[in-house]
Each structure stands twice: as C-alpha cells, then as structure tokens.
C-alpha cells in the first residue's frame, strides 16, 4: 500500500529540513544556517505509532523574483498539491512575518489538514505567552516544539496522524532504483521530468540547482522504478562549499544504493574527465551502467556522426567497454523509451546465472583457443569454475597458482563470456583463487 504524504512548508531558515531530519530519523535533508539551502523536494519513509507516512521537505517559499527562488516556490507548491497533511513551520524566535501570512492564507486555501508548528522553541516556561501571537494565522492551536532538541515533536506528529487517511499502493521492496548522475547542468532533472511527466525536479540554466537526491516512483510497463536525480559531481577545486560536499556525498551514495546507474552526457560537450570517474566510481561499485548521451538533439549530424562519437566514448572508457550508449533528448523525448527498455535490460543481466556445468565449458573451450599464461616453465591450470553471486555476477576460478593468472588473459575469459551471454551493462568479476590438485 502506498503511504500518505505529509509536507513540511514555510518561509526559508524556520527549520524545516531540521525538523525532516527528526521526524525521519536521517540526515538526508542538508541542514545549515543558510536561507534556501532545500531547493528540491525530498522524500524519506515516516512512522509514528504504527502508522507509515511519506514525508516531503521542501524549499523555503519565498516571493522574490530571482529564477531559482520562483522554482523552489514552485516546487514546494506542488508538495502542497500532493500532500494529504501539511505542517507549516514558522519561527518562534522571530515571530509571525508578513510572508508567514500570506503563506497562512495560500495554505488555507489548499482545502489541506493543516497543522501549525512553531519551530525553534527551547525554553518551554515561555511557550504559553507565544501562544497567543500564532493563533493570529487563523489555523488552529499552535504546536510549540523544537526540532533541534526534539522537544513536543512527538505531540506534533500525533496531531498529524489524526488527519492521515488509509493507504494506497507503494512500491514493491522489488522495485528498480536507478541513480541518474553526471556533471551539473548536463540535463539529469529534465530526463527525469520527462520520464515522469511531472515537473519533480527543479530544470534552470544555472549548474549546480539540484542540491539532494530526489527519489520518485512510477511504473514502466510491468516494470517498478525508483529514479534517483543527483546533484551533479563537480572537481574538486570547485567543491568550496561545505553545501557541495553534502552533495557529493550523496550522489556516490545514491549510486551505492541503485540497482543501475545511469550515466548522463552532455552529447554538445563529450566525454569529459569528471564524466570518467563518475562512470569509474558506479564500476567499482558494481553497479549496472548505461551511458546516456543528452542534447543529441543538439548536435549537427552526417552519416557518421552517431558511429564515430560512440567510438570516441569507447576508446576513453576502455574500463567500461560492456555499458551501452543510448543517444537521447531529455528535451523533446528522443529514445527515452530506448533508455528505460535498457535499463530493464542491463538490470536483468545483472541477475543472470550461468549453470556451473554450462560455464566451465566455456571456460575450457576458451583454454583450448588461446593458450594459458606459464611462468619459468610452470603452466598456469585451471581446475574449475562456479558463479558465486549475482547483481553483479561473480565467477570463481579455481587454479594451481594466482600469479599465472594475468589479467589479460582475465579479460579474455571476461570477454568469452560476454560473447555467450551478452551481460550487458553490468561489470562481470572474476576472483581467482589456488587450490591444491
């Protein structure tokens, strides 16, 4: 069953992703003094008394005109628009503001359960003569509480629950997670909106304006899907604020808990170094990997255009040479389809089992072709060959001696196996271990 979703609102710096955090039991919302440092919607499972909820944070609503500003407000009014329940934080240290009444009405007239917090109340023996000031919003009995300390959270979120309704359909602990990574302002947040024909992501011209992972669910064909947008990975003379570290963090841990990781380029720029050890970093980690190249659209073309950019990526991902590279647009839709049916794909590879007496066939057959490495007379065996895990493959290779065994001739026992069954896009291992005859 799905869960509810209750969405924290308010003006900048009141303590919403504090309170996120608390309420969650996680630090997935980045938290610092700084206004405006939530711009995207974030997303974490809630439970309080035994009733499960989807919690959003949002962005601080503001009403300046700058781009970014009018997107976060935006964005935190679509959460308002989703969300069964709404806890609108405002600020006990600094009183009701101007913006916290217009914010008030606006809420008002969602038609939403509403619930009022007054964040950042430490001293609770003045709790009752704030009272008073915040029933002047016209929403009901204030809800003293501070998030940092966790002081009247629990009152709150009984109040919450009061108002959630019963459960629909959630995604199954099956479901595909796909981390969307790549360089800020190569085009992840609009290839998410595209797939989800939903503006979930905040989509400017300025690099660098998705700051958190956003997690959102939906079904392709038979298939669940969890997509991950990241905030891009930048070098790390460029990483000055403590806020861009947070960012990066959670980007590499996004890959960690995906099931395939999609690597997305800027098609009007190529393959750059940072793009290498994006796609280096979801390699080690075993993570299923596609190349998406964005802004195909972009790019003036002739008959050979699409062959020889793609041997351009080959050559400089030589590591990675199993990934597909899907040419896309995020902007118009071109091949996303395309992109979604590889992703299922390389998913599926990443579970394949080969059958202990199928593979050593192949292994012998590929002993039997290229002769194995030897050493000052001695012969490199091999004596036999089990797949020992999935997601991703894993093969143990039991030989005479572990130092024969170059990693050339790894590589081509690799590649004999790809070339009976496919694995594509997924990083295939093969731990070499000795044993006695």
């Given at each position: 069953m799905s869960k509810p979703i209750v969405a924290i609102v308010g003006r900048p710096n009141v303590g919403k992703s504090t309170l996120f955090n608390r309420i969650s039991r996680s630090r997935i919302a980045i938290v610092e003094g700084t206004p405006g440092v939530t711009r995207d919607r974030i997303y974490s499972d809630a439970e309080w008394l035994n009733r499960h909820f989807t919690l959003v944070d949002t962005g601080g609503i503001d009403y300046e005109t700058d781009e970014i500003t009018k997107q976060v407000r935006r964005q935190a009014m679509i959460a308002v628009e989703q969300a069964d329940v709404i806890i609108f934080v405002v600020d006990g240290r600094t009183g009701i503001t101007a913006l916290d009444e217009e914010l008030a009405e606006h809420l008002r007239r969602s038609g939403k359960p509403i619930v009022l917090c007054v964040n950042k109340v430490d001293d609770q023996e003045q709790a009752w003569e704030l009272m008073g000031e915040f029933y002047a919003?016209?929403?009901?009995?204030?809800?003293?509480?501070?998030?940092?300390?966790?002081?009247?959270?629990?009152?709150?979120?009984?109040?919450?629950?009061?108002?959630?309704?019963?459960?629909?359909?959630?995604?199954?602990?099956?479901?595909?997670?796909?981390?969307?990574?790549?360089?800020?302002?190569?085009?992840k947040s609009s290839l998410v909106n595209?797939?989800?024909?939903?503006?979930?992501?905040?989509?400017?011209?300025?690099?660098?304006?998705?700051?958190?992972?956003?997690?959102?669910?939906?079904?392709?064909?038979?298939?669940?899907?969890?997509?991950?947008?990241?905030?891009?990975?930048?070098?790390?003379?460029?990483?000055?604020?403590?806020?861009?570290?947070?960012s990066v963090m959670r980007t590499l841990r996004a890959v960690d808990r995906s099931n395939v990781t999609v690597a997305v380029l800027d098609a009007t720029e190529g393959l750059t170094e940072q793009d290498t050890k994006i796609i280096?970093?979801?390699?080690?980690?075993?993570?299923g990997l596609v190349i998406a190249v964005n802004k195909w659209d972009l790019v003036e073309?002739?008959?050979?255009?699409?062959?020889?950019?793609?041997?351009?990526?080959?050559?400089?991902?030589?590591?990675a040479d199993y990934a597909p590279i899907v040419f896309i647009s995020a902007l118009t839709g071109q091949r996303v389809r395309v992109l979604l049916?590889?992703?299922i794909q390389v998913n599926e590879a990443r579970g394949m089992r080969?059958?202990?007496?199928?593979?050593?066939?192949i292994i012998q057959d590929a002993v039997q072709v290229a002769q194995v490495p030897s050493d000052k007379g001695v012969q490199l065996k091999i004596y036999y060959a089990t797949q020992v895990q999935v997601n991703p493959p894993v093969f143990a290779i039991y030989v005479n001696r572990r130092d024969l065994m170059h990693w050339s001739y790894q590589r081509y026992l690799e590649n004999r196996l790809r070339q009976e069954y496919g694995f594509v896009g997924t990083p295939i291992v093969l731990?070499?271990?000795?044993?006695?005859?």
């Open positions: 919003l016209g929403l009901g009995d204030p809800l003293l509480v501070s998030a940092e300390h966790g002081k009247n959270v629990g009152d709150l979120l009984d109040k919450v629950i009061e108002y959630l309704p019963e459960d629909t359909p959630e995604p199954s602990p099956d479901a595909l997670h796909v981390a969307i990574v790549g360089r800020p302002n190569v085009g595209k797939i989800l024909g939903d503006d979930r992501c905040i989509v400017t011209d300025i690099a660098g304006t998705t700051r958190d992972a956003v997690d959102s669910w939906f079904t392709y064909g038979e298939q669940e899907m969890v997509l991950i947008d990241t905030a891009g990975l930048r070098r790390r003379s460029k990483v000055e604020e403590s806020l861009e570290y947070y280096g970093y979801a390699h080690e980690s075993g993570r073309k002739d008959a050979n255009t699409l062959r020889n950019y793609e041997l351009e990526i080959r050559k400089k991902l030589r590591f049916d590889t992703i080969i059958p202990t007496g199928r593979l050593n066939e731990a070499v271990k000795e044993r006695n005859p």
